[in-house]
């Protein structure tokens, strides 16, 4: 049983920067892949970024290549979400996702566990 927890969403204008947080806790052994997806009202939740079980390899969805990065802290079981050029099509709840797999699916449901989300809203 995993709990993940995401911080540091907030308001920022178009062009601006956010790092997102997602700290893991409860029954962890081993490593776990990572990911982020994101939702807007009306539409499904999407991928966004992920990170391997192990060797740090990441994958971005197009739409935030070049401009979103994802890491990892082992010791702190936390991963991160590092947001720059944000746009308004940016805008979105974004969750925080965890599998004892190889890799994230990028299909919501072949992930196990999620956290509650924190709002990102980019304004023009």
């Known amino acids: 049983q995993v709990q993940l927890v995401e911080s540091g969403g907030g308001l920022v204008q178009a062009g601006g920067s956010l790092r997102l947080s997602c700290a893991a806790s409860g029954r962890i052994y081993g490593n776990y892949a990572m990911g982020w997806f994101r939702q807007t009202p009306g539409k499904e939740r999407v991928f966004v970024a992920s990170?391997?079980?192990?060797?740090?390899?990441?994958d971005y969805a197009d739409s935030v290549k070049g401009r979103f990065t994802m890491s990892r802290d082992n010791a702190k079981n936390t991963v991160y979400l590092q947001m720059n050029s944000l746009q308004p099509e940016d805008t979105a709840v974004y969750y925080c996702?965890?599998?004892?797999?190889?890799?994230?699916?990028?299909?919501?449901?072949?992930?196990?566990?999620w956290g509650q989300g924190t709002q990102v809203t980019v304004s023009s």
């Open positions: 990170i391997k079980r192990s060797g740090g390899s990441t």
């Open positions: 996702t965890a599998s004892p797999l190889l890799m994230i699916s990028t299909v919501v449901a072949g992930n196990d566990y």
